[in-house]
């Protein structure tokens, strides 16, 4: 069975520092990752989708990597601000056949002005 | 609206009731999926339509949930005699298949007294 772990479980920076949040996996065998921002009381936002033969995607400041072999993603993000503050959560999907994302119990990252 | 829409936002009910969450996808987009989000978790998968079939019923709890998608596009979430374990946010999101990427609303969160 699929299992997501996201270290740390929060996280406090001041503003504009540079910060990674980390996702590790236990089955490499999957078909894409996805990195989801969520404020709190509100739905999930998509950040990236890195499929599983890319290494990485960029959006922004943000910059996610994907390394299957070793069961680990990383989501960098650039020049914080306080308006980054969120839960970020990062998601898996086998594919070949299912359909289920399988999620990590997310990063809570508060950025200090 | 463009994005995925789900009502009500807000459900508070007694144990023992029957309730209906509704979700309206992003047009053209022929997946959909029912996850539900408890305090400080991440999503859990319940379900996963393609077109008007459930494709994956495999995360639905118990046999007091159940969910429909009768034309293809709006779906609704059942709870029959709802127990206070069943308080959580309920999310919808909606893809296009091939591309794994999924949209998520912005969730109903059930409360059962």
């Known amino acids: 069975k699929q299992e997501v772990t996201q270290i740390p479980a929060a996280l406090s920076v001041p503003e504009g520092e540079n910060l990674v949040l980390n996702c590790s996996f236990t089955d490499s065998a999957i078909y894409n990752l996805q990195w989801f921002r969520q404020d709190p009381g509100k739905g999930l936002t998509s950040l990236l989708l890195?499929?599983?033969?890319?290494r990485e995607q960029t959006s922004g400041r943000l910059n996610a990597s994907l390394d299957k072999s070793s069961g680990r993603s990383t989501l960098y993000i650039a020049a914080s601000q306080p308006g980054d503050s969120a839960t970020y959560l990062c998601a898996v999907w086998a594919g070949a056949g299912s359909y289920q994302l399988t999620f990590g119990k997310g990063t809570k990252l508060s950025v200090i002005p | 609206g463009a994005g995925v829409s789900q009502t009500p936002s807000n459900k508070v009910t007694e144990k023992g009731k029957y309730v209906e969450l509704r979700c309206d996808p992003i047009?053209?987009?022929?997946?959909l999926y029912w996850y539900r989000q408890s305090l400080g978790q991440g999503p859990e998968f319940l379900i996963y339509f393609q077109g008007t079939g459930a494709a994956d019923d495999s995360g639905l709890p118990n046999d007091r949930f159940f969910a429909v998608r009768p034309e293809g596009s709006v779906s609704t979430l059942k709870i029959q005699r709802t127990e206070r374990g069943d308080s959580a946010v309920y999310l919808c999101?909606?893809?296009?298949?091939?591309?794994?990427?999924?949209?998520f609303g912005e969730g109903s969160r059930l409360t059962v007294l």
């Open positions: 999101a909606s893809s296009l298949l091939n591309t794994g990427e999924l949209f």
């Open positions: 047009s053209g987009h022929t997946a």
């Open positions: 890195i499929q599983s033969s890319q």
